[in-house]
């Protein structure tokens, strides 16, 4: 069968090669290829980094709070400055007390911040208030800095009735429009082609002119395909965008070395055209120096710019995870000692006479009672309506599946809610005890 | 009786087709968006589907600033013309090209929308839907949910062309929509027409939830009808009856709605090869053919209405059965009418395998399944 073939095939060849070709002629020169302005050149050379050496890291205070040589400390005041530490400083303060309170079986589930609280407080500061926070999980620090009530975070942790996400998410999955800070949810790395989005619509509304999108996220999320959807999409289509990435070392137990083979992720930028930097993370100066800056690009171009902020996850990556489990306790000890943030930014402030060992004592003890006081508040109260589990899933009119198992679970509730002793339990745990919807199946009876 | 062939109805001649302007503007259930204008002062427009989509997002895009129309190759007009001249009449800011990622492109869309911006998106054959999943199912449908209402993206209209086309093979043939019945939270709509399409999508484009409009991209040609020039809705979540009928309910939507009323001809009279088959008795029997149109949320009342009156269902659609929104229905139907059915429900659908390229001709419902399927059912 091939062999019969053959015949066709020389035929063919013969008419492409005689026919089909234009005759030969001195071609046109040209410097480049169509889709390039790459210059052409005869020697065979392959790469893998578009810098010579590693992309360097930006820093203005070393791990003993100094400045750096040529380094500059940005000029803030010495107002903003305390509230940079305090709001870094109210971080551990929150996670101390929320992680305990998971391991007591308080709360169903907690990330901490530790070790990052630069990284995320600094990069706020350099925000305006209004800039919209596309985030990923671990960013409960620019919430803090804009003062977003303790008792909604409290109230978010224990699914209690003063939620304003309704009680329905796992804690640590805050959001508020008021904050200009998109609701966190559990799947990676989705919230970065939304960040394109976000900031082409800020482009586009006159409104919003001055404003910009920031969008986190962790080096193992940058792994996604959503992160490459994300950065092609905003660098062609344009809008004020920075986004964010917390390189802290580890995606849960994968360490960095197995996650991806280049230079981290600012390596990453240049190649969707995006400005890149990267800088120190647990440096607080550093990371606001440059979302400021990036932030000032990315409103003047009308372009996403990138920031990679080096940081070391030093608490587990959840409650759920023991980190012992896949790395030495002694590293993590070590890193918190050597290079931590909350020390280097407040020996920096002693230095400038801008922070006090009373200051440092008054303000533990205020933050621990704020924090204990939210704690034991959304701790006594109850959780939602057991009817708002039917709510908010279709907007206008509810669809007839979702009225149908409303009704359903109402007329189960009538029949066995206050008989069978599991059901009366967790009914107790709602506001009106569940009475708002086994009301409901009691009318329809009396109908 | 008509002879074999030739007086068979065909989509350029069915008489699903309204084709003059005034069963256009008496179109069931049509809702007028112009409260100021007067009937008698309506026009239609002889277009086809294609063309309707494109009417419909030219609306849009005039009626609301924050309109934007995006997604592979659509700034030239698509691939299918959907978006023929939208970028030069309302500028490349508006209506633009994305780069070549599915996932992107709804992400994209949500975050438009979560600004309170209009996104109608192109995903260029609903076969390349899935890359976007996650998006959709994960983040579109939930966001309300999540966020107790506090954000919410019901201005994302996805659009993406649908079912087979006769030679799309495995990647440009596929009826994803049984995917979505599991995502709480999104609308899912096929039209049948050039009328449909205009009504169903500025209907969805304005809905306060996400739609994903899938487009039977047979019909974008093939199908013509007069179409109203103003701005108007069709109902969602609402099926409509074509045929009146009392004797079995046939239940269908997009394309095998044309293989459903050629069935109906095939059965009232058969051509010379098929008589021996279509006992004479079952010839006059009156079948009601039901356009399901929203596939999520499906409207139950009407289905259950007409078959309480009918006793018997048959449900035809291009995707497998296994999955799909014929499964819901049959169960949602036996549950509701266990006593009164006379026959099993019945279901015409794609065969359970992958779309084949050499075997599309036999592979989807076409006339002679849902003739046979109705001649069972009545029959049973």
Not at chain 1, 133 to 146: A, I, N, S
Not at chain 1, 264 to 276: K, V
Not at chain 2, 112 to 133: K, V
Not at chain 2, 259 to 285: G, K, N, Y
């Given at each position: ?11 063919l060849?013969r008419s ?6 234009p005759p030969l ?15 052409l050149t005869?020697?065979?050379?392959f ?8 992309i ?6 070393d791990?003993?709070?100094?400045i ?7 000029d ?5 400055a305390?509230r940079?530490?305090?709001t ?8 101390n007390v929320?992680?305990n309170?998971?391991r007591h079986?308080?709360?169903s589930?907690y ?6 609280e630069?990284?995320?407080?600094g990069?706020a ?5 209004t800039d ?7 960013e ?6 804009r ?11 224990f699914?209690?009735?003063?939620d304003p996400?309704?009680?329905r998410?796992?804690?640590?999955h805050?959001g ?5 800070f998109?609701?966190i949810?559990?799947p990676?790395a989705?919230?970065?082609p ?7 619509a ?7 002119k001055?404003?910009?999108a ?7 999320a940058?792994s ?22 917390r ?11 197995e996650q991806y ?27 606001y ?25 030093v608490?587990?990556h959840?409650?759920s ?6 790395r030495?306790?002694q ?13 280097r ?19 533990r003890?205020?933050?621990?009672e ?7 508040y959304a ?10 589990m039917?709510?908010d899933?279709?907007?206008?009119e509810?669809?007839?599946m979702?009225?149908e ?5 109402g007329?189960?509730?009538n ?7 599991g ?21 329809e009876?009396?109908? | ?19 003059s302007?005034?069963s256009?503007?008496?179109?069931p ?21 294609y063309?309707?989509?494109r009417d ?10 924050t309109?934007?129309?995006?997604g592979?190759?659509?700034?030239f007009?698509?691939v299918?013309?959907?978006?023929l ?28 929308a ?13 076969d ?12 579109a449908?939930?966001i309300?949910y ?6 919410d ?7 993406a ?19 979505f019945?599991?995502?709480?939270g ?25 739609v994903?409009f899938?487009?039977?991209k ?6 013509i ?8 809705h069709?109902?969602l979540s609402?099926a ?18 044309y293989?459903?009323?050629t ?9 010379p ?5 279509v006992p004479?008795?079952?010839r ?5 053919l039901i ?6 949320p499906?409207d ?8 309480n ?8 659609h291009?995707a ?14 036996t ?6 059915l006379?026959?099993?429900v ?8 992958p779309?084949p390229l ?7 419902p076409?006339?002679v399944?849902?003739?046979d ?8």
């Amino acid at each position: 069968m091939l062999r019969r073939s053959l015949p066709l095939l020389h035929r063919l060849h013969r008419s492409l090669s005689s026919s089909s070709l234009p005759p030969l002629s001195q071609p046109p020169t040209h410097g480049h290829l169509p889709n390039t302005h790459s210059a052409l050149t005869p020697s065979l050379h392959f790469f893998n980094s578009v810098l010579p050496g590693q992309i360097p890291t930006y820093r203005v205070l070393d791990s003993n709070g100094v400045i750096v040589d040529g380094a500059e400390v940005p000029d803030v005041g010495r107002e903003f400055a305390r509230r940079l530490y305090e709001t870094m400083m109210l971080l551990p303060a929150v996670d101390n007390v929320l992680y305990n309170a998971q391991r007591h079986g308080s709360i169903s589930f907690y990330m901490t911040t530790h070790g990052e609280e630069a990284a995320v407080v600094g990069s706020a500061a350099a925000l305006s208030p209004t800039d919209e926070v596309l985030g990923q999980y671990r960013e409960l620090g620019v919430l803090l800095w804009r003062s977003y009530p303790l008792s909604s975070i409290m109230a978010q942790c224990f699914s209690s009735m003063d939620d304003p996400g309704k009680g329905r998410q796992m804690p640590v999955h805050f959001g508020s429009p008021a904050h200009h800070f998109h609701t966190i949810s559990s799947p990676l790395a989705t919230q970065i082609p939304q960040a394109a989005g976000v900031a082409f619509a800020l482009k586009r509304d006159p409104a919003r002119k001055g404003d910009v999108a920031i969008c986190y996220f962790g080096e193992g999320a940058a792994s996604e395909g959503d992160f490459h959807a994300g950065l092609g999409m905003a660098s062609v289509l344009g809008g004020p965008l920075i986004f964010f990435c917390r390189n802290n070392g580890f995606a849960i137990s994968t360490p960095a070395a197995e996650q991806y083979a280049g230079d981290g992720i600012a390596s990453r930028g240049p190649g969707y055209g995006i400005r890149t930097v990267r800088v120190d993370g647990n440096d607080a100066w550093a990371v606001y120096n440059a979302v400021k800056e990036a932030r000032r690009l990315a409103l003047e171009y009308q372009k996403p710019v990138l920031v990679e902020a080096m940081t070391y996850r030093v608490g587990h990556h959840s409650t759920s995870d023991d980190s012992y489990a896949y790395r030495p306790k002694q590293e993590v000890e070590d890193w918190k000692r050597i290079d931590n943030p909350l020390f280097r930014l407040r020996r920096y402030l002693e230095s400038q006479s801008l922070w006090s060992e009373s200051d440092e004592s008054s303000l533990r003890t205020s933050q621990r009672e704020a924090v204990l006081a939210a704690f034991r508040y959304a701790e006594s109260r109850p959780k939602p309506r057991l009817g708002q589990m039917f709510t908010d899933v279709w907007g206008g009119e509810e669809p007839w599946m979702i009225r149908e198992d409303r009704e359903e679970m109402g007329r189960l509730l009538n029949k066995y809610g206050n008989v069978w002793e599991g059901w009366r339990r967790e009914l107790e745990r709602f506001d009106a005890g569940g009475r708002d919807m086994m009301g409901a199946g009691e009318e329809e009876e009396e109908n | 009786p008509p002879t074999a062939g030739g007086h068979l109805p065909t989509i350029a001649t069915s008489s699903l087709l309204r084709t003059s302007r005034d069963s256009a503007l008496r179109s069931p259930g049509i809702q007028w968006q112009d409260p100021d204008s007067h009937s008698h002062s309506r026009d239609t427009r002889k277009l086809n589907m294609y063309q309707a989509v494109r009417d419909a997002m030219a609306t849009a895009l005039i009626k609301d600033d924050t309109s934007l129309v995006f997604g592979e190759d659509v700034a030239f007009g698509g691939v299918f013309r959907c978006t023929l001249n939208l970028a030069e009449e309302f500028g490349r800011e508006r209506v633009f090209n994305t780069p070549l990622t599915e996932q992107g492109i709804a992400g994209f869309a949500l975050g438009l929308a979560a600004m309170g911006h209009t996104a109608i998106a192109e995903i260029q054959f609903s076969d390349y839907i899935f890359p976007a999943f996650d998006q959709l199912v994960n983040e579109a449908a939930k966001i309300r949910y999540r966020t107790g209402g506090a954000y919410d993206v019901g201005r994302v209209t996805l659009r993406a062309p649908c079912m087979s086309v006769g030679h799309g093979g495995l990647y440009h043939s596929q009826s994803p929509e049984g995917f979505f019945l599991g995502a709480q939270g999104l609308k899912v709509v096929i039209p049948r027409s050039p009328l449909q399409a205009k009504g169903l999508l500025l209907a969805s484009i304005r809905d306060p939830n996400p739609v994903i409009f899938l487009e039977p991209k047979i019909l974008y040609r093939s199908t013509i009808e007069q179409v109203p020039t103003e701005d108007y809705h069709l109902p969602l979540s609402s099926a409509e009856v074509l045929i009146p009928g009392d004797s079995l309910t046939l239940l269908s939507y997009g394309t095998p709605l044309y293989h459903c009323e050629t069935a109906l001809s095939l059965l009232r009279s058969p051509p010379p090869e098929l008589e021996h088959l279509v006992p004479p008795s079952l010839r006059s029997a009156k079948v009601e053919l039901i356009d399901l149109r929203t596939i999520v949320p499906w409207d139950i009342a009407s289905i259950v209405e007409s078959v309480n009156k009918t006793r018997r269902l048959v449900i035809v659609h291009e995707a497998p059965s296994l999955g799909s929104i014929s499964s819901e229905i049959a169960a949602e139907v036996t549950k509701r009418l266990f006593l009164k059915l006379e026959a099993p429900v019945r279901r015409v659908t794609g065969w359970g395998t992958p779309v084949p390229l050499a075997w599309e001709g036999l592979w989807g419902p076409g006339e002679v399944r849902v003739l046979d399927a109705v001649l069972e059912t009545l029959m049973y």
